[in-house]
């Protein structure tokens, strides 16, 4: 039976960011010493990094956050529109700057972030926002969005609206969830359905849990699955009674930068077409693989050609 990937909708509340990405020799840089760039590239950056290899793996994608009118973010933005991303949520708020990021990478796959939120006024929760809400089949959502001064509540509010009505929640911590305050970080528990996070991470949301076990004790707080992301080693989902343990697909590493966003893309994709767990983790996986095997951001997160490619390498049957 043929399956219509078309038909979910599914919306990302905030982290629009415009990367700067320089490509260098090595890192690190050092004073006085200097390095022939390779190369200088805009692309969009964090969520933007989502929203793009959700539109390759054929759903249709909805950004919600804000920018402000300057250069970088109205060409982040319309690289997303190029891309296929619908940004009717996306408020510009004049007079205030976009959240940007300087990205250097090296040849070894090495990276740094340089980077500054995006100020401005606090944005009410839109009506327009609500009504894509409702029609939406996913909600995802980062720690990186909560650092959004003017987008916070508003984000912590859209995702409560969600969950209340059956729409599943994602949410990944990112290691900005150390910034995040108790009662946000109870708000993001109550509201999510799925917790998608490094083994780093656990302790951020925890108070102190570690491993597997700090992982499941996120599930007495409301999600019904965690996801422990370990990058070249693949993955662990853990619900109520089930533990699965998916191995990683063994590439070359160009590049990690946006492979936890496309990994939570194929990750919510496999999850919306009911799955198992094990498929979920192997698609989730073959798509983090495709990604660290480019360099940058944006654009270059994987194609659908490029993750079948994995699947295909490593005889996995999953039809998409």
């Known amino acids: 039976m043929t399956q219509n990937f078309g038909q979910f909708t599914v919306i990302s509340i905030g982290d629009l960011v415009a990367d700067l990405i320089v490509s260098i020799p ?5 004073a006085d010493v200097h390095q022939l760039v390779r190369q200088f590239r805009l692309e969009p950056g964090g969520a933007g990094n989502f929203l793009i290899a959700g539109t390759r793996l054929g759903m249709k994608m909805l950004a919600f956050g804000s920018i402000g009118d300057d250069t970088f973010g109205s060409a982040a933005m319309d690289i997303l529109t190029e891309e296929g991303v619908d ?10 700057g976009s959240t940007t990021v300087i990205v250097l990478v090296d040849d070894a796959g090495q990276h740094v972030f340089l980077g500054g939120y995006g100020e401005g006024p606090s944005i009410q929760l839109p009506k327009s926002w609500i009504n894509k809400l409702s029609e939406s089949q996913a ?30 929640v994602f949410f990944d911590p990112g290691p900005e969830m ?26 951020l949301i925890m108070g102190g849990g570690e491993g597997v076990d700090g992982a499941a004790g996120i599930l007495t707080y409301g999600p019904h699955l965690v996801c422990i992301k370990r990058g070249p080693e693949g993955c ?9 343990q ?22 919510i994709f496999a999850y919306l077409q009911e799955w198992s767990l094990d498929k979920v983790a192997a698609f989730s996986n073959a798509m983090g693989a495709a990604k660290v095997r480019k360099v940058g951001s944006g654009r270059q ?20």
């Open 301 to 320: 997160v994987p194609t659908a050609d490029e993750v079948r490619s994995i699947l295909n390498r490593y005889d996995v049957d999953i039809e998409y």
């Open 236 to 244: 662990v989902i853990l619900s109520d009674n089930t533990a699965i």
């Open 139 to 168: 909600v995802f959502a980062c720690g990186y969005t909560l650092q959004e001064k003017r987008l916070a509540d508003a984000a912590l509010e859209a995702m409560a609206l969600a969950h209340q009505a059956g729409i599943p």
């Open 26 to 30: 090595q890192l690190p840089v050092e």
């Open 87 to 96: 940004t009717c949520g996306v408020i510009v708020q004049s007079d205030t």
């Open 246 to 267: 998916h191995p990683g697909f063994p590439v070359t590493k160009r590049d990690t930068t946006a492979a936890g966003d496309s990994f939570a893309a194929a990750f």
């Open 178 to 203: 150390q910034n995040a305050t108790s009662e946000q970080i109870s708000s993001v528990l109550e509201s999510s359905d799925v917790i998608l996070l490094t083994e780093e991470e656990i302790p």
